[in-house]
């Protein structure tokens, strides 16, 4: 006596594979389209000058305390960092160090490029400080480029529910160790 029902079976089983097959084809061919950069851009008010605020970003006393880096913390250094300045990325679960380079320096604006680890893309970071009714309004705005191959425009998607938590977590440290 001969089975028929696993021909019907086969039959969906062929049918449901081809159509996640096609899905699967059409996101890699979709992404050959999509941007590989990404743009995150946060703020937060601070309770204190323009001035207050400048002179202690990017102090070895204050820096690795206000930024947060994910697994990793800038390294220790004394002084406060001047155009073209760097200093190390260290992380907790690789011996690999990534790079903070400061890049320019003026009254209401900072530009510095991280390169989180070797052979990773550099991201550009933008700090603004604006003055607003006794306030400063700090703004910090990251541009990078994605290569992490099929992958780079899905995650450039995403980057900035991805990179945003971070970002937001170190301008509040930056809040609260400005206003104590």
Do not use: C
């Not at 969906?12 to 159509?19: F, Y």
């Not at 061919?29 to 999509?34: A, D, L, P, R, T």
């Amino acid at each position: 006596m001969k089975d028929t029902s696993h021909p019907a079976a086969l039959y969906k089983l062929r049918k449901v594979t081809r159509i996640l097959a096609l899905i699967i084809l059409l996101m890699v061919v979709g992404g050959f389209f999509m941007p590989t950069d990404y743009r995150v851009e946060r703020s937060v008010l601070i309770d204190a000058s323009r001035d207050e605020i400048y002179k202690d970003l990017f102090h070895g006393d204050s820096l690795p305390n206000w930024m947060f880096i994910q697994k990793g913390k800038v390294d220790p250094f004394k002084g406060a960092l001047e155009e073209g300045d760097s200093v190390a990325l260290s992380y907790d679960e690789v011996p690999e160090q990534g790079v903070l380079s400061v890049i320019e320096l003026s009254d209401n604006r900072i530009r510095f490029d991280v390169r989180p680890k070797p052979k990773v893309n550099i991201v550009h970071n933008v700090i603004t400080l604006q003055p607003s009714n006794g306030s400063t309004l700090v703004a910090w705005t990251i541009e990078g480029n994605l290569s992490a191959g099929l992958l780079s425009p899905y995650l450039a998607m995403f980057a900035n529910n991805i990179a945003g938590d971070n970002f937001e977590r170190s301008l509040q440290n930056l809040k609260e160790q400005i206003e104590r």
